[in-house]
């Protein structure tokens, strides 16, 4: 965020508010551009349209907390803390009760520190690493990192193919609406994929 041009406190701000790496990452080139802001909105919408699911997948663990706590749960829920969550209680009957909050907020409230944290850091110290490093690299594949467990049917793994390819193909689409598109599109074959019942697990351990 500090190389492209923002400013230190905006930036620290950004991390703040704005509680998503992809998002962030998404809509940096739009800023730098000078893209319209609806854009870069929509942008971080369609970017951020997973935790509306992840949401919808953990409704009944949480209807019977108060609004302000389940808005309090719906920041600090991410990627990872939603993927352990349900690895360990997706199972279960009895829904709601103390020790499944206490899970949730115990990983969300870790993952929160750990990430503004870092992300802190990043912004403050990050100019004095040398460009040789190529630290760039590491968002990129630290993204990949998060996204390849999230592969283990198909139509998530068609939605992550098509976004894939199209951004590299309208590389060129000025303001850098090629990545809005893109992400539309991935979007959009993952739900119809869902909807075509298009949903056997992928195992990635076979060898091809």
Do not use: C
């Amino acid at each position: 965020m500090v190389k492209v041009g923002m400013p230190v406190p905006l930036a620290l701000l950004m991390t703040m508010v704005v509680f998503a790496g992809s998002a962030q990452l998404a809509v940096l080139p739009l800023l730098v551009s000078g893209a319209p802001l609806p854009i870069v909105w929509v942008t971080a919408l369609l970017v951020n349209l997973r935790f509306v699911i992840f949401a919808a997948a953990m409704r009944t663990y949480f209807s019977q907390l108060t609004w302000k706590q389940r808005l309090f749960a719906g920041y600090l829920n991410g990627d990872v803390g939603f993927a352990l969550f349900l690895l360990r209680y997706a199972g279960v009957r009895e829904r709601g009760t103390t020790f499944q909050w206490g899970y949730f907020f115990g990983i969300a409230t870790v993952n929160w520190v750990s990430w503004q944290a870092a992300s802190v850091a990043g912004i403050l110290l990050g100019g004095l690493a040398p460009t040789e490093w190529g630290l760039e690299l590491a968002a990129v594949l630290a993204l990949v990192a998060v996204v390849v467990p999230m592969l283990s049917r198909v139509p998530v793994l068609l939605g992550v193919v098509v976004t894939a390819v199209l951004s590299v193909v309208t590389i060129h689409i000025p303001l850098k609406l090629g990545l809005l598109i893109s992400v539309l599109a991935g979007v959009l074959v993952a739900v119809v994929a869902e909807r075509s019942h298009v949903s056997e697990p992928v195992d990635l351990e076979q060898p091809a």
